[in-house]
């Protein structure tokens, strides 16, 4: 075939595409009515997962040169598209913009819906309280720095709940103006630690300096050609700076989100649960708490602890598998509260199947 005839064929499936796109948002439309009217939520997390998991293996079997990556992407945003035309979702993040936390949101949720930066995670709760948010999207766990304790702490007072959760594994982008003359480059403190030897080995001689934060960072860079900075693509393209390098896969970190929402998510059939547990401070306390799940075979996927006011208490978070409502988990409950220990349900959510990348 000719070039012309190879685009005239791309035309007319442009067309088809966009015909069955507006056929598909009308059905949405349908669902979204039947789900008001029923008081259920407009995102269901579950649902989600196992659409984009079906998506991947047809592409599969029909040998599609599509990735499975391509394939989640476009159907995200086409998602994405849904959930903007339902709802005009939500969504309150950790910022400042270009933050992590707002990269992973929209590698989420996509590009349709509306974002909120909050500077604190005070804020993002509160947001999510007041229902000024739909949804509140929080780091909770760092591969290079642990658990979020100001996360954690917050679920712990608060009635909202984890709706879901996001595995990102990220490589870090080097961003400046221009792509020589790098004088100085500038990122948070964990960061220039974890990529230290490979900073020094490709921008020889640049000093390697502190910023509050990553998108601080990228306004260093966005105000002197000779700065470069340390932070995410999305950061770059909200700074209008160039990526002039990108961490080798060594590098990449690996961060736990949570989505805050004002219920847990709907049992999906692999989920996850996260318990605050308080007991007495002393010795045991915890052998006897983990003994009752072990007890009913049920897996204690990850511990951990919090000091408490007075420190008469010890305070456990504790990620279980398994959702809230099942009978075991239930019963296990039950079992725990019998013995004086007091129990809060922090969220059931899935069980992640996929790492969002970028």
């Known amino acids: 075939m000719s070039l012309d005839e190879v685009r005239t064929k791309i035309d007319n499936i442009d067309q088809q595409l966009l015909r069955l796109l507006n056929e598909r948002a009308e059905l949405v439309h349908t669902v979204g009515e039947i789900k008001r009217k029923d008081d259920l939520d407009i995102y269901v997390p579950g649902r989600e997962h196992q659409l984009l998991r079906k998506l991947a293996a047809l592409n599969t079997a029909q040998n599609g040169r599509l990735t499975e990556r391509a394939i989640r992407a476009i159907f995200r945003e086409i998602m994405s598209a849904a959930l903007a035309l339902e709802d005009s979702l939500k969504i309150a993040y950790l910022g400042p913009a270009g933050s992590w936390t707002h990269q992973a949101a929209v590698n989420k949720f996509g590009n349709c819906v509306e974002y909120i930066a909050e500077a604190s995670t005070e804020g993002v709760f509160g947001r999510v309280a007041a229902q000024t948010a739909d949804y509140g999207v929080l780091p909770i766990e760092h591969s290079t720095e642990g658990a979020v304790h100001h996360t954690l702490d917050h679920l712990a007072d608060s009635s909202l709940q984890i709706y879901a959760e996001i595995l990102w594994k990220a490589d870090t982008a080097v961003m400046a103006q221009g792509g020589g003359g790098i004088e100085e480059i500038h990122g948070r403190a964990q960061m220039l630690a974890h990529c230290r030897p490979w900073l020094v080995q490709n921008f020889p001689g640049a000093k390697l300096v502190e ?57 999906s059939g692999n989920d996850n649960t996260m318990l605050m547990i308080h007991s007495r401070d002393r010795v045991g306390a915890l052998m006897e708490v983990l003994q009752v799940f072990a007890s009913r075979n049920i897996n204690v996927r990850q511990i951990e602890n919090r000091p408490t006011p007075g420190g008469t208490q010890a305070r456990f978070f504790l990620e279980i598998s398994g959702h809230h409502s099942d009978p075991l988990l239930q019963q296990a409950i039950t079992a725990l509260e019998e013995h004086t220990v007091e129990v809060k349900t922090l969220g059931s959510y899935p069980a992640p199947g996929w790492v969002e990348e970028r």
């Not at 260093?220 to 896969?249: F, H, M, Y």
């Open 211 to 267: 910023a509050a934060s990553s998108s601080a960072a990228a306004v260093s860079a966005k105000q002197s050609p000779a700065v470069a900075a340390l932070g995410t693509p999305l950061s770059a393209e909200l700074n209008d700076l160039r990526v002039i390098a990108t961490s080798p896969r060594e590098f990449a970190t690996q961060t736990r989100f949570i989505i805050l929402g004002r219920r847990s998510g709907p049992a």
